[in-house]
């Protein structure tokens, strides 16, 4: 079955009520046979029905062994760190989400973990930056926000060779476009926030494994550490994923003709978005992504940082908020929002500059979000 | 858009789908919709409910009239609609009763036309003639039955377009005439159409119906109805709501606008699937017929083309040389569609009619209804097309009979 059969049916088989959406299961805790004797389900931390369900789902989506969901995406990428122990080295791709920087840098340091950061882009990079003590590898499928897109196939190569973990954040390029699993990745990390819910309405995470023992490892972290999805986000999420490649779909092509529309605006110095020939990553996004390069969109405004504040603040349809993925446009800039937490001097070598806006393209249509665009940018000054 | 979307708003649908309705500052800033679950409100002072009584603010009151939840949906379903109002049930079924209880008074009488959803023709004929209202049918499409059947007691024309399980298409310029001409309001179950489709107000309807379950909620998670119309039309009927308390609730309200937000794209891709398939159907030499406003042999085809953009996921089709148990067996084998009622989710659904909702017609009353032995409807859902096509070439195919032992 294709990907968009398996999203509606997987994990939504039957129950004993005959529903076609399964029950919303809120128990907190289930009744065993005996003492020492357990059931399916114990406790909620260790697992439930609903959430279950939407785990099968996601590990059949992604191609792996099993998933397990978060309370958010930090949750889950803090589960999957937790594999790393006192002394450890992680190599990490500088192109990268804000909070999972803060997370390296200001929370992992505190257990002795050492963090060095690369340019992704180029795998040698990272293979110049293994060391003995290395064990994991962090990369975004696409870079949150210079949208630098990783040759996942060589770093893989790399990783294994060095016996070293190989963990890709594919929140932006959610499992219809890229499964990171079959490219040789070992761990999958979703901020499930974002494409996966969809409507901008339940936080989680998810972590896929290739491997089952790796599943179990990180299992065994989850219920000791429990940070996991509630009922009710869990049944909100496994709606949105049976949406999700329509959505996805749209978003990407809607993304697509902002892109080439942005790159003709005068008031725009550059374009980030990998489906653009002027990407230099171009062909390597086609490789591994075919014609869909989801819904994020860079650009760096003509100007400064006062003008790409007037354009983000300028907008009627897009909404300005950090988070992406969902079926609501939004906009925000960055240096001052979604990548506040780097420290200034790491964003600037990282390349995030102060005139960089990020959008995360929705469902309107897009003849709308342009001429919004269009407005904000005209009102904005600058050049 | 400034504090909230214009319903006559020049924007694109898909636009509306996620905006309309919605405040465009939330409180708290929030991105969607926060869920309120109270079930009454509360009034500053005594001199507040007094201005409020005396000047009739916009606010809420007690759950029964109505909740902030449920606004929000009215507002959007109106905007997607192109109408000036929309008032929300707990189902279908309580917005046709909610309507007609309101509109209708002993003495007076209806006409529908008569393929139509069971339950509103029984609603009709056992309970509003209990009441004193006479209903009448007239063939389906037979406009010049539908005018000599009005005299001067008739309130009311009914009609689907679609209907179900038919899928006959209603010519509504023709039947907007009639009602104006006999000065009688027009109400159209507009459900299997959905305004991506049609819009029915903008042919002169008074009345859309619609069950909210289907297509507009989306996800097989909610019930809901809605009747949409003019302000002025609707104002009593929204105050009988208050009274008969048919309202729904904050809870599936939330539902039902998260699934609006992806209704254009279901609907195209419901669209899209409904023709594959019904095309897929009326090549495959053990179908006998195929029911589909999108095929050229359906006979509203033509009057199809002209007013819808799309015709849905619903297909009707009859099994060549086929008993009932024969026409089971198809339905049993099928692996994707679950068996049962309902439609418009994106899970697809397949059921026989004569099983799931004529079993206990006598067999001439069912062949008047044109239910057949070896119908199947299947609801179409939002599947990977190829997938839903191979398995029904599966099931249509495959030499083990098999079907129900009784």
């Known amino acids: 079955m294709k990907f968009r059969t398996r999203a509606i049916h997987i994990g939504s088989e039957p129950d004993s009520t005959g529903a076609v959406v399964p029950p919303i299961y809120l128990s907190t805790t289930y009744v065993q046979p005996g003492p020492g004797d357990w059931g399916t389900f114990d406790y909620s931390r260790s697992g439930s029905p609903t959430r279950a369900r939407v785990e099968k789902t996601i590990a059949d989506l992604e191609g792996a062994a099993g998933s397990l969901a978060f309370a958010s995406g930090m949750a889950a990428t803090h589960c999957a760190v937790g594999l790393l122990q006192s002394g450890s080295h992680i190599v990490a791709g500088c192109d990268m989400y804000g909070g999972t920087y803060r997370l390296l840098h200001k929370i992992c340091n505190r257990n002795n973990i050492s963090v060095t950061l690369v340019h992704a882009d180029d795998a040698n990079h990272i293979a110049e930056a293994i060391r003995p003590e290395t064990k994991m590898v962090w990369v975004e499928s696409i870079g949150n926000p210079l949208m630098s897109v990783p040759d996942l196939e060589q770093i893989a190569a790399v990783t294994r060779k060095a016996g070293v973990l190989l963990a890709v954040d594919s929140t932006f390029v959610p499992p219809c476009i890229l499964r990171p699993l079959d490219l040789g990745a070992d761990i999958v990390m979703h901020s499930a926030t974002k494409y996966f819910g969809g409507h901008s309405d339940c936080l989680a995470g998810a972590l896929s494994a290739k491997t089952k023992e790796l599943h179990q490892q990180l299992y065994f972290i989850q219920n000791a550490t429990g940070s996991v999805i509630g009922g009710l986000e869990a049944f909100l999420l496994h709606r949105g994923i049976k949406t999700m490649e329509l959505r996805v779909r749209e978003q990407s092509k809607s993304a697509m003709q902002i892109a080439q529309w942005l790159e003709k605006h005068s008031k725009v110095q550059r ?96 003849e709308d979000l342009i001429s919004d665009l269009d407005q904000a940018l005209a009102n904005s000054g600058g050049a | 858009m400034t504090s909230s979307s214009n319903p006559n708003s020049q924007l694109g649908f898909g636009t509306q789908s996620v905006h309309a309705g919605e405040a465009r500052q939330k409180p708290n800033d929030a991105i969607t919709d926060s869920i309120c679950c109270s079930s009454t409100y509360t009034f500053e002072s005594t001199q507040s409910i007094l201005d409020y009584l005396r000047e009739n603010h916009d606010r809420e009151e007690y759950g029964r009239y109505g909740n902030p939840n449920e606004k929000v949906v009215e507002r959007k379903l109106a905007a997607l609609e192109g109408a000036q109002d929309a008032i929300i049930y707990s189902s279908g079924m309580a917005a046709i009763v909610g309507l007609l209880m309101c509109k209708l008074s002993a003495g007076d009488e209806i006409i529908f036309f008569d393929q139509c959803y069971h339950r509103s023709r029984e609603f009709c004929l056992k309970h509003l003639s209990r009441f004193g209202v006479v209903t009448h049918q007239v063939k389906t499409g037979d406009m010049d039955a539908m005018q000599a059947a009005i005299n001067p007691k008739t309130k009311m024309i009914v009609s689907e377009s679609p209907t179900n399980p038919h899928l006959s298409v209603i010519d509504l310029e023709a039947f907007v005439a009639i009602g104006k001409r006999t000065g009688v309001e027009t109400l159209i179950d507009s459900t299997l159409a959905t305004p991506y489709n049609l819009k029915p107000i903008e042919w002169g309807v008074d009345y859309v119906w619609h069950s909210a379950t289907k297509y507009m909620g989306g996800h097989n998670d909610l019930l809901a109805g809605v009747i949409c119309g003019s302000k002025e039309k609707l104002e009593p009927v929204r105050k009988l709501r208050g009274i008969l308390g048919s309202i729904n609730s904050p809870h599936n309200m939330y539902l039902l606008e998260r699934g609006l937000k992806t209704f254009a794209l279901r609907m195209e891709r419901h669209n899209h699937n409904g023709q594959k398939i019904a095309e897929f159907l009326e090549n495959h030499p053990r179908v006998e017929k195929v029911f589909y406003p999108g095929l050229a042999s359906h006979p509203s085809h033509a009057i199809a083309k002209k007013t819808m953009k799309g015709y849905g996921g619903l297909v009707t089709f009859l099994i060549k040389d086929a008993d009932w148990k024969q026409t089971a067996a198809i339905i049993d084998r099928c692996k994707i569609p679950r068996i049962g009622p309902s439609l418009g989710g994106v899970e697809s659904l397949i059921e026989q009619p004569l099983v799931m909702s004529y079993f206990d017609y006598p067999p001439e009353q069912r062949a008047q209804f044109g239910i057949y032995d070896n119908m199947i409807r299947m609801a179409i859902g939002i599947e990977d097309t190829d997938d839903l096509i191979e398995d029904l070439r599966q099931a249509l195919e495959a030499t083990n009979e098999g079907g129900p032992s009784r």
Do not use: W
């Open chain 1, 271 to 366: 374009v980030l978005y990998p489906g653009l020939p002027s990407h230099p990553h171009h062909q390597r996004a086609k490789r591994l992504m075919g014609d869909q390069f989801g819904g994020m969109v860079s650009f760096e405004v003509a100007g400064d940082i006062d003008d790409a504040k007037r354009v983000c603040k300028g907008t009627e349809l897009f909404g300005l908020a950090v988070s992406c993925g969902a079926v609501e446009s939004l906009i925000e800039q960055p240096a001052t929002m979604s990548h506040a937490s780097y420290d200034p001097a790491a964003r600037a070598k990282a390349g995030i500059n102060d005139t960089l806006v990020r959008i995360s393209v929705g469902l309107e249509d897009p």
